[in-house]
């Protein structure tokens, strides 16, 4: 990707100190907002390898004409000024903060005698100042215990008037029994509402002043007070510098270790694709299961694995309607690929059965009527762990620890894994359901709205008369029959 020399030039000077980016289109419009412990290494690392990038963070790329920043004094000031800097341009490739309630903001409560500082989704008009919302709640949650611990606060929602546990424990400075003066309180509160402004730099010169002065005045344990202050900050700003860094570094590490798996996982269904003899790359596999009790409830599952990856979006559950009521894998077996391939889209480059000769024989026989003879297909049988090729008498052993063998049995168990959790769900709610049977007036209708309104069985039992009555559809006949059912063996 080419860039203009404006670009380049501010590329080029960038900083390796913490601070706020701005991405701006050609028409000059901030398009994107972003924080960073080393501006040069995050801005430089969008225009590096943009075929790795996903596809929303290439277009926005391709639209970068120009970028700015800001230097931060640390991290906290950085999160801060971020996410000012979202609510006030509305970046169209930020996380939308249309709907404030979805994220959270910092609460200082104002309002009281001595206020409370805390998270909350909800923003009012009662007197507070609120901070946020914030999209990095991770780092927000971080810069907020830092603050409680360094800038101790009340944390009671009612103060009264004997100092609970949070004052043994040294997490509050106890103002409910006067341990703490309210000029020493309220100077922790404007601390507190300072960083949480990214003015660090600005509180830092403020209490230094004060202190000299207070100094100067032979007001000693007042500037002692201002020289804690000061050291606190210190802190918070070494403590969340030393936090970022350590989750930069887990960053880094568990990037590596995605990099690797993926290797691994390619070298996997590249070796997998030469013993099977397939002629084409293994992008995509396809693996069928079925499950079941005794014939009731039978499901099928299918999972999907790319680049010997699993690619969850793309899984699919069936409820087969062929063989209900009667064991019979080899139908059921024809139904789900029959489904799943009539329409030919997104064919995969091999499909994978779970079980052995004669569940490899039903689906090619659905195959073949739906002319798709080429498609490459294997069974796999989970006693001796013995792959089935069409046309061949021998079985295929891999190696025990053939990384070829690791994939296909991954996608095996994921592919049962997948069918049995599906079968559970519907064999558990037929069971459930089949108790409200035995209650009269209980229609399929009133089940219905029984069900959309309580989770389990345990919560209709819990609910009163009076709730039961007041769902849709129910009178209070039934609505007695069913709280009795619920409560004829209590004491």
Not at 215 to 225: G, I, L
Not at 273 to 296: E, W, Y
Request: net charge positive; charged share 30%; hydrophobic share 35%.
């Amino acid at each position: 990707m080419e860039l203009g020399e404006k670009l380049q030039q501010n590329i080029a000077v960038l900083p390796e100190q913490p601070g706020v980016y701005l991405m701006r289109d050609g028409e000059g419009k901030v398009i994107y907002v972003g924080k960073a412990v080393n501006l040069k290494n995050r801005v430089r690392s969008y225009f590096r390898n943009l075929s790795t990038h996903s596809v929303k963070v290439r277009s926005m790329v391709e639209r970068i004409e120009d970028l700015e920043f800001i230097l931060c004094q640390s991290e906290a000031e950085a999160l801060v000024l971020e996410c000012n800097l979202i609510k006030k341009f509305r970046p169209r490739y930020n996380i939308s903060l249309k709907d404030d309630k979805s994220y959270p903001c910092i609460k200082v409560t104002l309002q009281d005698e001595y206020p409370r500082v805390f998270q909350t989704r909800r923003q009012q008009r009662d007197g507070a100042k609120y901070f946020g919302p914030y999209t990095d709640v991770g780092s927000m949650q971080v810069m907020l215990r830092l603050l409680k611990k360094l800038f101790p606060l009340r944390t009671c929602a009612k103060m009264g008037t004997r100092p609970c546990l949070n004052y043994h424990i040294k997490r509050c400075p106890g103002p409910c029994a006067g341990f703490i003066s309210k000029d020493e309180y309220v100077r922790r509160v404007e601390c507190v509402l300072m960083i949480l402004a990214g003015r660090t730099k600005d509180l830092e010169e403020q209490l230094t002043k004060r202190m000299l002065a207070a100094a100067e005045d032979t007001r000693f344990e007042e500037a002692a007070s201002y020289r804690d202050l000061l050291n606190a900050l210190t802190r918070l700003n070494e403590s969340h510098k030393a936090v970022v860094g350590r989750a930069q570094k887990l960053m880094l590490e568990r990037t590596r270790l995605e990099n690797l798996q993926l290797k691994d996982d390619v070298t996997a269904a590249t070796e997998l694709q030469q013993i099977l003899g397939v002629g084409k790359k293994l992008g995509r596999m396809d693996c069928f299961d079925i499950s079941h009790t005794q014939g009731a409830e039978t499901v099928a599952s299918m999972v999907v694995f790319r680049d010997g990856t699993p690619s969850k979006k793309d899984y699919r559950k069936y409820k087969i309607r062929s063989a209900e009521g009667k064991p019979d894998d080899f139908k059921s077996m024809q139904e789900v690929v029959y489904r799943r391939y009539k329409d030919y889209e997104d064919l995969p480059d091999l499909v994978v059965i779970d079980g052995g000769k004669g569940q490899l024989s039903s689906a090619l026989r659905v195959l073949k009527g739906l002319g798709l003879d080429d498609l490459p297909v294997v069974g796999l049988a989970e006693r001796n762990e013995e792959i089935f090729k069409p046309g061949e008498n021998e079985s295929i052993y891999l190696p025990r620890e053939s990384a070829a063998l690791h994939l296909i049995q991954r996608i095996r168990n994921e592919a049962h894994r997948f069918a049995i959790t599906f079968h559970r769900q519907l064999r558990s709610k037929r069971n459930m359901v089949s108790v409200l049977d035995h209650v009269e007036g209980i229609g399929p209708k009133r089940r219905a709205a029984l069900w959309k309104r309580y989770k389990t069985l345990e919560e209709m039992h819990a609910a009163t008369f009076d709730e039961l009555a007041g769902l849709e559809g129910m009178n209070r006949l039934a609505a007695e029959n069913l709280f009795e059912f619920f409560h004829r063996y209590e004491g």
